[in-house]
């Protein structure tokens, strides 16, 4: 199969579109000819040596966490599903033609999704998703800022607190605020806007997929007792606010809730933009792009 393969850390141009064997599915799993697979923040973390600590790469090593594609074959033991099935999952080395899936970490494609835009679907709706449920633990009518929330991230976890009844605040650069209005939050925040931030009560929860000094002035804005949640780690300053629980979320797969939230795509109750989708081979082109931030996912077509 051809791959896209990393011999070492650096530059998008690391990234080496090459030959590489035939993975084989084995008990359990499942063996999906991808057609798509897309570019996330922890991909060009993972590239460039940043996230060496939290997700070192075995090289030679074919990243990507988001998959959709076709069932191949079947592993020993895999049941509920068959050749040609249109599935999506949250998986793993997915720059690739074929990639390897634990069969319970997979799902079918809803009727109405395009198989190729549904992978932008399961990293950032799953974390989005867990970094409300798992990470706040809200109760209906209570109130959690999302910051971040215009990201794919967000947009999961603004979606997925409305569903729970929690009251939402969306929390965005001043630019970005005609488009969070879009999001069915209750407000929306400038988290550029010191004014705006100073006029802020406290809130129950944040959920942080922002980071950084952002985060560190959002720490200040939970109540005693309140839950700071984040896909990037404890603020600098969280020993400061011993009275909040700060809450690290790491996203783990689960078939169940990627399928409900992909009918909620299907259904346009979520929306995540898409800003372009390339050849896999052009994944350098992908990063590049997609480390500049400010725009829609980024799809690579195996």
Do not use: C
């Amino acid at each position: 199969m051809k791959a896209v393969v990393l011999h070492e850390y650096g530059g998008p141009s690391k990234l080496k579109y090459e030959d590489m064997a035939d993975p084989v599915a084995g008990p359990g799993e499942v063996l999906v000819r991808v057609a798509a697979t897309s570019v996330n923040p922890v991909d060009w973390k993972m590239r460039s040596g940043a996230a060496r600590e939290r997700f070192p790469v075995q090289f030679p090593g074919v990243l990507g966490r988001d998959i959709s594609g076709t069932v191949r074959t079947l592993g020993k033991g895999v049941t509920g599903f068959a050749p040609g099935d249109l599935v999506m999952a949250l998986g793993s080395h997915a720059y690739a033609e074929l990639a390897v899936v634990k069969a319970t970490d997979l799902a079918l494609v809803p009727e109405g999704l395009d198989l190729v835009e549904a992978a932008a679907l399961p990293l950032v709706t799953l974390t989005g998703e867990q970094l409300v449920s798992r990470g706040t633990g809200l109760k209906p009518g209570e109130t959690v800022l999302v910051a971040g929330a215009v990201g794919g991230v967000g947009r999961a976890a603004v979606w997925t607190a409305k569903k729970a009844g929690l009251k939402v605040i969306a929390g965005v650069r001043a630019s970005q605020t005609e488009a969070a209005k879009t999001l069915g939050a209750d407000a929306v925040l400038a988290l550029d806007d010191k004014e705006a931030i100073a006029k802020l009560g406290f809130v129950d929860a944040v959920a942080d997929a922002v980071g950084h000094e952002t985060a560190e002035m959002l720490l200040g804005k939970v109540k005693q007792g309140g839950v700071f949640a984040s896909v990037l780690g404890p603020p600098a300053n969280a020993p400061l606010h011993p009275t909040v629980k700060i809450v690290p979320v790491m996203v783990v797969p689960d078939a169940a809730k990627l399928r409900e939230l992909a009918e909620d795509v299907a259904a346009g109750r979520l929306v995540l933009p898409i800003d372009r989708m390339i050849p896999l081979q052009d994944a350098d082109e992908g990063h590049a792009a997609a480390e500049k931030g400010g725009i829609g996912k980024v799809l690579l077509l195996a």
